[in-house]
């Protein structure tokens, strides 16, 4: 292993032989010495489900899954969303687009589906046809972004709750009602027209508190004046677009790349030199604890 100056080792071995390579310090990693299209032992599963949650996304090249292929990685990490797109496999949102039609739902910072009561904890995005030139995909440590809060406004946040929802993804990108075909289903809480969150999450398996708002999702938080809300929001996601918070993946035929929407924002860059095909599975989540819910819980014990 070498040493990346700052006490973290660039890469590792895992116990079932898997090679990781961290990308940047505080976000991601690059896994090989596995092929995905063949089935998968519980061994690597666990090892793959463990670099998640150390790196917060993880990267393979050259794995060409087929749909079954997919779903059995999607279920290493719990049960599958089903989106209903396709009736023929019904978890899949597919995502196409080039630079006269570029996908709508990029283009801002986000975490897929808070507008759920019940966000999806997992996305598996396997690239079929990558962009000739663009089309990459930026991811954000909501951990250190939250780390990286002065103490005074930690102080401030952590009691609040965010409502986010389908409505203002189109307000904040301009969107008619038609495009919400591109953007995500229908359900008991989209229809109701928001979810509720805790604005400091604590992730159910690391512990650490990550800041739960985004640009393109959150509307409002619960209880404050309108403009109130809207600067505290701004101050807040505005914190995402710290570079030394971010990495940056380039897309390339048969590319995985699976992130931990419960502690990773990412953003989809939207300037596809031609066409870009990619295909998603979102596993479900768990519901969301707040950091002082977490609080009163261990004084209560």
């Known amino acids: 292993m070498s040493d990346a100056g700052n006490g973290l080792s660039v890469s ?18 690059e ?14 599963g666990s090892d793959i489900r463990q670099a998640l949650v150390d790196h917060g996304v993880v990267f393979f090249r050259r794995q060409p899954l087929g749909y079954a292929q997919h779903l059995a990685l999607a279920r290493v990490f719990g049960e599958p969303h089903v989106e209903g797109f396709l009736p023929d496999r019904p ?26 009561d019940v966000a999806p904890a997992v996305s598996i995005l396997l690239c079929h046809q990558a962009a000739e030139l663009g089309g990459d995909t930026c991811f954000a440590s909501a951990a250190a ?27 904040v990108k301009g969107l008619d009602d038609d495009s919400a075909t591109y953007i995500g289903r229908t359900g008991d809480d989209v229809d109701r027209g928001w979810a509720e969150h805790p604005v400091v999450r604590i992730h159910p398996e690391t512990g650490k508190p990550v800041l739960y708002v985004n640009e393109v999702h959150t509307q409002e938080i619960v ?31 048969h590319d995985i790349t699976i992130w931990d929407n419960r502690q990773v924002q990412h953003y989809a860059v939207a300037n596809e030199a031609g066409p870009r095909h990619v295909e ?22």
């Not at 978890?91 to 039609?101: K, R, Y």
């Not at 103490?151 to 401030?156: A, G, H, P, V």
């Open 12 to 29: 590792y071995q895992t116990p079932s032989g898997l090679t990781v390579k961290r990308l940047q310090p505080e976000i991601g990693a």
């Open 31 to 44: 896994i090989t010495g596995v092929d995905l299209c063949e089935p998968i032992s519980g061994d690597v």
């Open 91 to 116: 978890e899949i949102m597919p995502l196409v687009s080039d630079a006269a039609n570029t996908n709508p739902a990029g283009g801002h910072w986000h975490s897929d589906g808070t507008y759920y």
């Open 145 to 171: 972004v939250y780390a990286g809060l002065p103490d005074e406004l930690k102080r401030q946040i952590a009691p609040l709750r965010a409502r986010a929802s389908m409505s203002h993804i189109r307000t």
């Open 223 to 253: 209880g404050m004046e309108p403009e109130e809300s809207a600067a505290l929001l701004q101050s807040l996601t505005d914190r995402f677009l710290r570079a030394e918070y971010q990495m940056r993946w380039s897309w390339r035929d």
């Open 280 to 301: 998603r599975i979102m596993v479900q989540g768990t519901p969301s604890v707040g950091l002082n819910e977490t609080l009163a819980m261990e004084t209560a014990e």
